[in-house]
């Protein structure tokens, strides 16, 4: 007789995820999914500004390490990496689920995008990817999944993404190359690409609300998604039943992307 996997079917693993703002952040659906599964948390927040709007959901999902993360300060990742050695010594799951680019840049076209304004976006929404993946990936000592959100304006021209569009276009890539260099150690790395869900970062975008109209008109399932079921996505990519699958955008927007 074969032993599958534990009931429930995350049980023991340790996630780490990055991103969330409040409850409508993606980060927070994927991490409400990971719990619901069984999983163990760590949660991160942006700064004390953004820490009360974080605290109460990091108690709901009896998240037992809740630190700062602000990847654009020295040592802050580190610090973070040290302390999820320290207290758990290792990891399963790595969600990261953020992006920037200063409101000038982002809301004006790629032409007028300023050289700082592309760097800072491409270090914050893609780089700390490749950053964490680093740091993550000696802890994953029995293999892992790692996932980067992206959209598909990383493949497809989407009017009003702009700056944004290369940045995801390189994210998305920077996961394939990672799933080639860390395959080998059992460890899984997923672009996710999720369709219109109005969050906070969501509002930077110049017409936010004409693209979840057009998602809805265009979408084979007729709906918009929400952010469990970007988490419940991932949840799956993390179990054992998904284990040869890695590299690859998943899209979870209701079949957008194979529309002409
Ligand atoms: N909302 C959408 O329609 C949509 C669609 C596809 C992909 N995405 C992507 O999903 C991810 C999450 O965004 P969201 O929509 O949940 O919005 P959100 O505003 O809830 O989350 C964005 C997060 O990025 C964090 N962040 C920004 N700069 C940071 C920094 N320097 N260090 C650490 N964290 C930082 C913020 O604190 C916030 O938690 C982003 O990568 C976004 O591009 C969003």
Redesign the pocket.
């Given at each position: 007789m074969t032993t599958g996997p534990p009931r429930p079917v995350l049980k023991d693993k340790k996630a780490l995820v990055?991103?969330?703002?409040?409850e409508?952040?993606?980060?927070?659906?994927c991490a409400a999914a990971f719990r619901e599964l069984g999983a163990e948390l760590a949660i991160?927040?942006?700064?004390e500004k953004?820490k009360p709007f974080?605290e109460p959901l990091v108690r709901k999902l009896e998240a037992p390490i809740f630190a700062p993360?602000?990847?654009?300060?020295p040592g802050?990742l580190e610090a973070l990496f040290a302390r999820l050695a320290t207290e758990w010594g290792r990891l399963d799951i790595l969600v990261?689920?953020?992006?920037?680019a200063p409101k000038e840049d982002l809301q004006g076209g790629l032409l007028d995008c300023s050289a700082e304004g592309f760097k800072v976006a491409m270090d914050?929404?893609c780089h700390?990817f490749v950053r964490m993946a680093k740091l993550a990936s000696p802890l994953m000592k029995d293999g892992g999944t790692l996932f980067?959100?992206?959209?598909?304006?990383a493949q497809k021209v989407v009017p009003n993404y702009n700056v944004?569009g290369p940045v995801?276009a390189a994210?998305e890539a920077a996961c394939r190359y990672l799933a080639y260099e860390l395959g080998p150690r059992g460890i899984r790395v997923h672009p996710?690409?999720?369709?219109?869900?109005?969050?906070?970062?969501?509002?930077g975008?110049r017409d936010?609300d004409l693209?979840?109209n057009e998602a809805v008109e265009r979408s084979p399932v007729g709906e918009l998604v929400d952010?469990m079921d970007v988490g419940f996505a991932c949840a799956y990519l993390a179990t054992p039943y998904a284990r040869r699958i890695t590299g690859g955008t998943v899209y979870v927007d209701g079949g957008v992307n194979i529309m002409a």
């Open positions: 990055v991103g969330i703002a409040n409508h952040s993606i980060a927070y659906g991160t927040y942006l700064n953004a974080v993360l602000d990847v654009s300060k802050e990261h689920s953020i992006a920037f914050v929404s700390s980067a959100m992206s959209y598909h304006g944004m995801k994210l996710i690409s999720p369709g219109p869900l109005k969050t906070r970062a969501a509002s975008l936010f693209m979840l952010i």
